[in-house]
């Protein structure tokens, strides 16, 4: 495990509470109002680092980055193929272009103003073209939680669950940018004393505390990554938030699974983290001595990730939002290498650019509920909110906010955010 460079400064000046220092650099893709294409960006501080432009002065030229054309892309795909190499000198150029002691950038003041942008005068677009979604079910608390009030204490966890990281294929075509409203979905529901269902607008609308990850280079059809080899096709990390219809998901989900439920809106957060700048994090996961796990599972060091994750709600009627749980990406029982490992164990092909979630991120205490599922305990219980309304579950015009930082000797490599406000059905 590598130790944060706290020593690393830019000549860019970067707030304490920001999540983008020197030491993180995450990948985006945005536009500008007066341009006409999208373009790649990296966050620093308040800013976006314009990709497209050093790239055109040849200033991220050379080795395994080419000519540097690949970040005149208008998505992340191309870079997010060339795989790990690739992506460290990319990060090793643009710490350096971005230092305090390094003059190219700092003392061009033309350069600088055709390269950086603010973030608030951009717009955020999705950071690749995502051609698969699939998400996982790999929290113990959460899944424990769910299957204690579906089948009771007793069969919580499905005999599958502690061999298999359990998932289900998502849709790619439905992954919205922070950002982005959601409308009610509509849907059959069965009520629990009606012998026939019914049609209309969701009643139990939730959100999934969720991060993903995008893969890089990917696999070949027939061909498998062993958990060895998973962090080189693992470009990075964002905030997922997997809203789900609860109601329609209880009628549906027997004998295949979610479906509808599931596949009207995912929203994630807009900058890709890269596994690089959340090296410093890696942590241990849950001991999986109990049963021991398969050997194609066996994570040969650790995996997992202290990462720091916040829900906040806001009402129509609230000025400011509410923190409604808090949880950590280290809870997950099965890590982001085994999860690439099991997905493509069989030959399936993964390829640059797909996004893998994580499945709802809940943790042993009580406000560490990743779903308002949990949270209400499936509507049993009230969320109370700080002006006087409470919530079961989600209300029209609520808005879900999710965060998610690390932070090690006063360094913060945070997320930013993922938002997104629920409309009235259509
Ligand atoms: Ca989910």
Redesign the pocket.
């Known amino acids: 495990m590598t130790n944060i460079d706290t020593t690393l400064r830019s000549f860019i000046d970067v707030a304490p509470d920001s999540h983008f220092p020197i030491q993180n650099l995450p990948y985006g893709v945005f536009k500008t109002s007066s341009s006409s294409t999208p373009g790649i960006g990296v966050a620093i501080s308040d800013q976006v680092l314009d990709l497209g432009v050093l790239a055109e002065r040849g200033l991220l030229a050379g080795g395994e980055l080419g000519d540097g054309e690949i970040f005149r892309e208008p998505t992340l795909n191309a870079f997010m193929a060339l795989g790990r190499p690739a992506w460290t000198a990319a990060r090793s150029i643009l710490t350096t272009l971005l230092r305090n002691d390094e003059p190219v950038l700092r003392d061009d003041a033309g350069l600088r103003d055709a390269a950086f942008h603010r973030q608030s005068d951009v717009e955020m677009l999705l950071p690749a073209a995502i051609g698969d979604y699939t998400?996982f079910y790999s929290s113990r608390e959460h899944a424990t939680n769910i299957g204690i009030m579906l089948r009771g204490k007793d069969n919580a966890l499905q005999p599958n669950w502690l061999h298999i990281p359990v998932g289900y294929h998502g849709r790619a075509s439905s992954v919205v940018i922070s950002g982005t409203d959601v409308p009610r979905p509509k849907g059959q529901t069965k009520p629990p004393d009606a012998d026939r269902p019914i049609f209309g607008p969701s009643r139990l609308m939730d959100f999934?505390l969720?991060m993903g990850f995008f893969v890089g280079p990917g696999n070949r059809l027939g061909e498998s990554i062993p958990i060895a080899a998973a962090p080189d096709h693992i470009f990075g990390m964002v905030l997922v938030n997997?809203w789900?219809a609860r109601d329609i998901q209880a009628w549906e989900y027997v004998p295949l699974g979610p479906f509808l439920s599931?596949n009207f809106a995912t929203s994630i957060s807009p900058w890709v983290v890269t596994m690089d700048a959340l090296e410093p994090f890696r942590c241990a996961g849950p001991a999986q001595n109990d049963p021991e796990v398969f050997p194609y599972l066996r994570s040969p060091d650790d995996r997992a990730y202290d990462i720091h994750l916040e829900v906040l709600l806001q009402s129509r009627e609230m000025d400011a939002p509410d923190r409604i749980a808090t949880s950590n990406l280290r809870y997950m029982y099965w890590n982001v290498s085994q999860q690439l490992a099991h997905h493509t164990v069989n030959g399936c092909n993964a390829r640059p650019g797909d996004l893998y979630?994580s499945?709802?991120i809940s943790g042993p205490e009580k406000h560490e509920r990743g779903s308002m599922m949990e949270l209400s305990w499936r509507g049993t219980e009230s969320v109370q909110l700080s002006n006087g309304e409470e919530r079961k579950f989600l209300a029209d015009g609520d808005t879900v906010i999710m965060s998610g930082c690390c932070e090690k000797n006063g360094v913060k490599i945070g997320f930013g955010e993922v938002r997104g406000t629920l409309l009235p059905a259509g």
């Open positions: 998400d999934e969720e997997d789900s599931k979630g499945g709802t």
